[in-house]
T-cell receptor, first 112, second 113 residues
Framework: DAGITQSPRYKITETGRQVTLMCHQT?????MFWYRQDLGHGLRLIYY???????DKGEVPDGYVVSRSKTENFPLTLESATRSQTSVYFC???????????FGPGTRLTVL | DQQVKQNSPSLSVQEGRISILNCDYT??????FLWYKKYPAEGPTFLIS?????DKNEDGRFTVFLNKSAKHLSLHIVPSQPGDSAVYFC????????????FGTGTSLTVIP
């Protein structure tokens, strides 16, 4: 399917476990982003990538790792999940840094 | 510290009337602003944008107004329709931040039939 997809859509894990959230886009957009949405905070940028093998930190990068070996994929890994990482995670992509972003449907992550 | 603020968590409007959603920002260097709409269990979708060189941008029923001196923007929806019921986020960016977008906390709009 064309567009941007995220998997899984829902995930429950335990404190200390490693979790990877997947993001895939079919537009060949250069830029990809990871946000988390929390009540009272709106959407906050975790990491972004300008191209394959180029990544950079956003507002709230601590506890997260990203990679981008292929243009179309941008996985987000929580190396040792904490309860404060319970959130809804959105992946997005855009043609360039200044253009509007296209968002995936989100992954609801619960850390027990 | 929240650089983009939406002080009204919710808004209810009758169908056919005007909906006005507000957004304030603290950084005068922001030069590009967007509005996104979000339905439950879906990702945000782009709605309309405005550059700081303009004070108004219109797209069908949606108009965004920018008041740079007040660091304030607003989204007007006329006429409001039940399908407009969603959460609306404003976002701002600037070249100096490398165009990173800062999002507000969102306003939940309910259009009553």
């Amino acid at each position: 399917d064309a567009g941007i997809t995220q998997s899984p859509r829902y995930k429950i894990t335990e404190t200390g476990r490693q979790v990877t959230l997947m993001c895939h886009q079919t537009w060949s957009h250069s830029y990809m982003f990871w946000y988390r949405q929390d009540l009272g905070h709106g959407l906050r940028l975790i990491y972004y990538s300008a191209a394959a093998d180029i990544t950079d930190k956003g507002e709230v990068p601590d506890g997260y790792v990203v990679s981008r070996s292929k243009t179309e994929n941008f996985p987000l890994t929580l190396e040792s999940a904490t309860r404060s990482q319970t959130s809804v995670y959105f992946c997005a992509s855009s043609v360039d840094r200044a253009s509007e972003q296209f968002f995936g449907p989100g992954t609801r992550l619960t850390v027990l | 510290d929240q650089q983009v603020k939406q002080n009204s968590p919710s808004l209810s409007v009758q169908e056919g009337r005007i909906s006005i959603l507000n957004c304030d920002y603290t950084n005068s260097m922001f030069d590009y602003f967007l509005w996104y709409k979000k339905y439950p269990a879906e990702g945000p979708t782009f709605l309309i944008s405005i550059s700081s060189i303009k004070d108004k941008n219109e797209d069908g029923r949606f108009t965004v107004f920018l008041n740079k001196s007040a660091k304030h923007l607003s989204l007007h929806i006329v006429p409001s329709q039940p399908g407009d019921s969603a959460v609306y986020f404003c976002a701002a960016s600037a070249v100096f931040t490398g165009n990173q977008f800062y999002f507000g906390t969102g306003t939940s709009l309910t259009v009553i039939p």
